[in-house]
């Protein structure tokens, strides 16, 4: 498993925090996040792409998880930060997150959304449909901003992850399309509006990819593209954001990566390419999310109910399920997972790890081994760090669990668990029903 999570004792420890200790002093379901982990990706992107490649960026999709203090611990890093939302820019904002290390996605901001983030003079935005570029370029004239703008485009390449997370395909829902008379006339557009200084050109394939092809292919059509804009318009694209999307182990099926195995394809592929066409080398940006927060996250839940089926399956309950973790469900993702409280004892066979969420979808961990649960035992699901918390939801009126954060030995609280009447905060009860 992951270097921060250990045996001792027969006791789990996440860093140098008891896993038991953990869920005890906070309850379960309980998200755990070891703050050596996060450091040590940022240090890897910085060390594999930022200091050995010049003229690169490198932003935290912060999608993938998000709150005040993990803010605080981006701009600590001196990262840049994806926001896709209102309300992410409003999270960034708030904790005092340098604007202009903002980049701003979305395909469909609202008017609201763009006013704030020109108000707020975000560093970037990516444009995502031509709807949006008219819209913006009249709201930086309002307010007479000058906007630093990207094109997020549609590659058209497919790679090889679950349809739900694959981005980069002609059909897909984001970017403007390469069909040569939707990108061209928006590109002419942009280079003109007075208050918009066209960068260049994003992509995103797709997200836990294990093979850089992709990527690769990617960048070649934008290369292309930034040739074509050359030769046409005599403009030089400064910037290409190669997106995110570079994958973590969940289980032992996974083959992850370095970070250095898809920025040197990208960046060998931009320089040479560059070099070759005598183009303007662009400043290249990546933008991970997972890759720098999903593995540092482990969930601890509480067994219940152990119902045996005999011949059949065994299910284990635990005191979360969906509502804390989607991905099972939404894309069959797989996980793997520990008794925290007797991590080492054998395996008893296989268990359906499900959760209390009234769905028969909401499972957890099918064919886990595990040995003989009973209620009261803790089990503790690692890689949950990213696209867990971000994407918790309140069905069944379940509150959303707390996040704690370790370093060490220490545990900060950096999110505390929801209560009931935090459900109804919002309920409103009209006159003719008081
Ligand atoms: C535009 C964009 N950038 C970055 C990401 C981050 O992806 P990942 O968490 O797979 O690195 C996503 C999400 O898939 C995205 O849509
Ligand atoms: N939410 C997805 C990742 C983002 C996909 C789209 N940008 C996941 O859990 O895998």
Same mark, same amino acid.
């Given at each position: 498993m992951h270097q921060h999570i250990t045996i001792k004792d027969q006791q789990l420890f996440i860093e140098g925090c008891n896993a038991l200790t953990l869920a005890k002093t906070y309850k379960t379901p309980l998200y755990v996040l070891s703050e050596t982990t996060i450091r040590e990706k940022f240090r890897e992107i910085r060390t594999q792409f930022l200091e050995r490649h010049p003229n690169t960026i490198a932003a935290y999709a912060s999608k993938a998880f998000l709150t005040t203090a993990f803010v605080k611990l981006v701009a600590q890093e001196g990262f840049y930060m994806d926001?896709? +939302?209102?309300?992410? =820019?409003?999270t960034a904002l708030n904790a005092q997150f340098p604007m202009e290390r903002v980049i701003f996605h979305g395909n469909n901001k609202s008017k609201e959304e763009l006013e704030m983030a020109v108000v707020n003079k975000v560093g970037r935005i990516v444009v995502d449909n031509t709807t949006e570029l008219e819209i913006l370029a009249s709201i930086a004239e309002q307010h007479q901003t000058q906007m630093n703008i990207l094109f997020r485009i549609t590659p058209g390449v497919s790679s090889s992850t679950h349809d739900y997370i694959a981005t980069g395909k002609k059909d897909s829902k984001f970017g403007i399309s390469l069909d040569d @008379?939707?990108?061209?006339?928006?590109?002419?557009?942009? &280079?003109?509006?007075?208050? =918009?200084? @066209?960068l260049g050109f994003h992509f995103h394939v797709g997200s836990q990819i294990f093979d850089h092809n992709s990527h690769v292919m990617a960048t070649q059509i934008a290369l292309d593209l930034i040739k074509r804009v050359k030769t046409t318009y005599n403009y030089d694209i400064t910037e290409l954001n190669t997106g995110g999307g570079f994958g973590i182990k969940y289980t032992d099926t996974c083959t992850p990566q370095t970070i250095g195995y898809f920025t040197d394809a990208i960046v060998d592929t931009i320089d040479q390419y560059c070099e070759a066409n005598h183009l303007?080398?662009?400043? &290249?940006?990546?933008?991970?999310g997972r890759f720098i927060v999903g593995e540092a996250g482990t969930t601890l839940y509480t067994?219940?109910?152990?119902k045996e089926i005999k011949d059949l399956k065994t299910y284990?309950?635990?005191?979360?399920?969906?509502t804390d973790n989607i991905r099972p469900a939404l894309y069959q993702a797989k996980y793997s997972a520990l008794?925290?409280?007797?991590p080492l004892e054998e395996t008893a066979g296989e268990v359906t790890l499900c959760g209390k969420c009234c769905e028969s979808g909401d499972?957890?961990?099918?064919h886990l081994p595990l040995p003989k649960a009973v209620a009261g035992d803790v089990v503790a699901v690692f890689s949950t760090g990213a696209y867990n918390y971000s994407m918790a939801s309140h069905y069944n009126k379940h509150?959303?669990?707390?996040?704690?954060?370790? +370093?060490?030995e220490k545990a900060y609280e950096i999110v505390e668990r929801e209560t009931y009447a935090d459900l109804i905060k919002h309920d409103v009860v009209p006159p003719h029903l008081k």
């Open positions: 926001v896709v +939302s209102g309300g992410e =820019l409003f @008379f939707v990108i061209m006339p928006a590109i002419e557009d942009a &280079i003109k509006a007075p208050f =918009l200084n @066209f303007v080398r662009p400043r &290249i940006c990546i933008e991970p067994i219940g109910a152990v284990v309950a635990v005191d979360g399920g969906m008794l925290a409280n007797r499972l957890l961990v099918e509150v959303i669990p707390a996040v704690v954060l370790v +370093s060490g």
